[in-house]
C-alpha cells in the first residue's frame, strides 16, 4: 500500500501504535496479577500463587519506569491491578444476606465502591515504588517490597483501617510458613511474600537470573524449615476442657425480635448437651451478640442463664448487646461480651474497641456529627476503649469479637495485660457460606502464631474452631449447624518476639521509604543524570 493511502478492507486495518499495544500489555500484565491475588484468597490450596502473583504487576511496572511514564501512569497500573484483585477477593459483598443492609439493592455499588476505594492503595504502592526507584536509582527488586508494605501499613491503620487482604494471610493454610508471624506478625510474612516475589522476578528477567534464582530457593526453604523445627519443639497435651456453641441461628429470626426465648432455649440446651460430656468443660462460650438480645439486662434472660450457670456450677462467656447512660444523659449502645458467673453474678462488660466502618458505626463522626443520621442499616454501636482480661479455670483471657480479629495489634495488647489465650466471638451468618466465611477465619489463625497463645474461634454459624499455639486447627465445626465443639485448651508457647517488640516489620519498611526518599532528593540536588541502571 502506498505511503498515505487509505486502507482498504483487504489490507485490514492499521496497527496500533507502539505505545498503545505496550499499555494494552501492561494493563493485562497488571489484570493477571490481580487475578492470581485474589483466588490466592479463595477458600481451597490457593495460597502458593501469592508466590508469584506480583511478578507480572512487576515487569509491567519496571517496563513503564523503563520507559519514563509519569506519576499518573505509575498508579493507574496499580489501580488497576488493585481492581480486579480487590473485585475478586470482596465479590461476597454482593452476596451478603438482606438481614445485613436494609436497602439489599445497595449491595452492588458497595461491591463496586469497596474495590475502587481500596484499589487507591495499590495504585499508590506502584506509584511510590516506580517513583522511587526512578528517582533513588535503586533497582525495584529493591523497593517494591518496602513501598508495597508501607502502603499496606496505611491501609490497615485508623478507622477506616482494613488489613483484610494483606498478601502474608495467603499463608494461613501452611503452617511452617505462618511460624514467622511469631517474629514480626503477618507484617513479616507479607514482607516475606514480597520479597520471594521480587526474587523469582529477577530470576525470570535479564541479568542475575542464577544468583536470584537462589536467593528465592532460600527465601522459600529457610523459613520453612525453621517452621517445620518450631512446630516439632511446639508443646503438647491439653489443658481445661472448653466448650464452644454454635447455636446457627439465622438472621431473619435473630434480629426479628419475635423470637428471643427460643433463641435462648437453643443456646442452653446445646450447653446442657455439652456438659453432659466426658471430660466436662469448665467454661462455655457463646458467640458474638448470641441471643440478639439485651441479654444482661433483660431480666428474664439473665434470670435463665443464672440459673444454668448456679445449676451446674459452670460460668457462661457471651456475646450481647449493651446499652448504658453516658455523660450527657443519652444512651450508649455497645456490642459487648462477658461472663455469667455461678454465684449468679456477671463480670465487667468487654465492649468491642475497633468497629466495622459502615457496618457497625458511620465512620468520622467525631468530624461530621450528623453522618450518624445516615441509615444503611449500621448498628451505630459506641466503641470500647479498654482492653478486658477475664479469669477462668483454663487461665485468664481475652475476647475479640468478629472484625477485631483482623488486627493484631488489640490481641498483641491482650497478650501483654496478661491474657494466657484468646477467644475470637463472631457472627458472620451475614456472608452465608462464601469466601468471607474463610477469609476471616483463616485472619484469626495468626493472632494465636503471633503470640504462641491458642485461640478458641466461636461463631453463630461457623467457622467454630480450636486452634494451637502455633495456628493449627486441631478441631472444628462443621458450618451451618447448630453444633457443640468441646476440647480441652491447647498449651501455650513460649513468648514471642512480635509480643515483646511489636510491628517492627511495618517501622522498618517506613524507615526504607524514608531513607529511599532522602537517596532520591539528594540525587535531584546533584542535577539530572541519565537512569542507566540495569539493577531491576
Known amino acids: 500500500m502506498l505511503r498515505g493511502s487509505v486502507p482498504t478492507a483487504e ?68 489501580y488497576v491491578f488493585g481492581l480486579v484483585f480487590f473485585l475478586i477477593g470482596t465479590h461476597w459483598i454482593a452476596l451478603l444476606s438482606e438481614v445485613a443492609i436494609t436497602v439489599p439493592w445497595l449491595k452492588y455499588p458497595a461491591w463496586l465502591a469497596a474495590a475502587a476505594y481500596l484499589s487507591l492503595f495499590t495504585g499508590l504502592g506502584t506509584w511510590l515504588a516506580g517513583t522511587l526507584a526512578r528517582s533513588s536509582g535503586v533497582g525495584l527488586a529493591w523497593v517494591f517490597p518496602p513501598c508495597f508494605l508501607a502502603v499496606e501499613e496505611l491501609r490497615a491503620s485508623g478507622e477506616m483501617g482494613f ?90 429470626i435473630k434480629w426479628s425480635g419475635r423470637h428471643q426465648r427460643e433463641i435462648l432455649h437453643t443456646f442452653l440446651e446445646l450447653s446442657e448437651r455439652a456438659l453432659s460430656g466426658t471430660p466436662r468443660p469448665r467454661l462455655v462460650v457463646w458467640p458474638e451478640t448470641a441471643t440478639g438480645s439485651y441479654l444482661r439486662l433483660q431480666l428474664d434472660q439473665a434470670f435463665q442463664v443464672a440459673e444454668f450457670t448456679s445449676r451446674t456450677g459452670v460460668p457462661v462467656f457471651s456475646g450481647y448487646a449493651d446499652y448504658a447512660l453516658g455523660p450527657d444523659g443519652r444512651p450508649r449502645y455497645y456490642n459487648s461480651a462477658g461472663l455469667f458467673l455461678p454465684d449468679g453474678t456477671t463480670s465487667p462488660r468487654y465492649a468491642k474497641r475497633h468497629l466495622v466502618p459502615f457496618g457497625e458505626r458511620m465512620p468520622f463522626q467525631w468530624f461530621l456529627p450528623g453522618l450518624g443520621k445516615i441509615d444503611l442499616g449500621q448498628a451505630e ?95 472444628q465445626a462443621p458450618v451451618f449447624r447448630a453444633a457443640v465443639l468441646s476440647a480441652p485448651l491447647p498449651p501455650r508457647g513460649i513468648p514471642t518476639l512480635y509480643t515483646r517488640t511489636g510491628d517492627w516489620p511495618g517501622l522498618l519498611a517506613g524507615l526504607a521509604v524514608a531513607g529511599l526518599s532522602a537517596a532520591a532528593w539528594a540525587r535531584r540536588r546533584r542535577g539530572p543524570r541519565i537512569d542507566t541502571a540495569n539493577r531491576s
Open 11 to 78: 489490507s485490514g486495518p492499521a496497527p496500533l501504535p507502539v505505545a498503545s499495544r505496550s499499555r494494552g500489555r501492561e494493563l493485562g500484565l497488571a489484570s493477571l496479577s490481580g487475578i492470581l491475588l485474589g483466588v490466592s484468597f479463595l477458600p481451597g490450596p490457593f495460597g502458593p500463587l501469592a508466590w508469584f502473583g506480583f511478578v507480572p504487576l512487576l515487569w509491567a511496572l519496571e517496563a513503564r519506569r523503563r520507559a519514563g511514564v509519569k506519576a499518573r501512569g505509575l498508579f493507574g497500573l496499580g
Open 163 to 252: 488489613p483484610w487482604f494483606q498478601p502474608g494471610y495467603t499463608q494461613h493454610g501452611i503452617p511452617p510458613l505462618i511460624q514467622m508471624a511469631s517474629l514480626g506478625s503477618v507484617t513479616l510474612v507479607t514482607l516475606w511474600v514480597l520479597v520471594l516475589n521480587a526474587l523469582l522476578w529477577r530470576a525470570l528477567g535479564r541479568g542475575g537470573r542464577g544468583r536470584a534464582a537462589l536467593g528465592a530457593l532460600f527465601a522459600l526453604a529457610l523459613p520453612w524449615l525453621w517452621g517445620e523445627r518450631v512446630l516439632g519443639a511446639a508443646p503438647q497435651g491439653g489443658g481445661v476442657p472448653v466448650a464452644l456453641i454454635q447455636g446457627n441461628i439465622p438472621g431473619e
Open 381 to 475: 454501636w459506641t466503641a470500647g476503649t479498654e482492653p478486658v482480661v477475664f479469669p477462668s479455670e483454663a487461665g485468664p483471657f481475652a475476647p475479640l469479637v468478629c472484625f477485631e480479629s483482623i488486627f493484631p495489634d488489640l490481641a498483641r495488647e491482650d497478650v501483654r495485660r496478661g491474657a494466657a489465650w484468646l477467644v475470637n466471638i463472631t457472627n458472620d451468618e451475614w456472608f452465608g457460606n462464601s469466601a468471607a466465611l474463610y477469609q476471616h477465619a483463616a485472619m484469626a489463625v495468626f493472632r494465636a502464631v503471633e503470640s504462641h497463645v491458642p485461640l478458641l474461634r466461636c461463631a453463630n454459624t461457623g467457622l467454630t474452631f480450636v486452634v494451637d499455639s502455633n495456628g493449627r486447627v486441631v478441631r
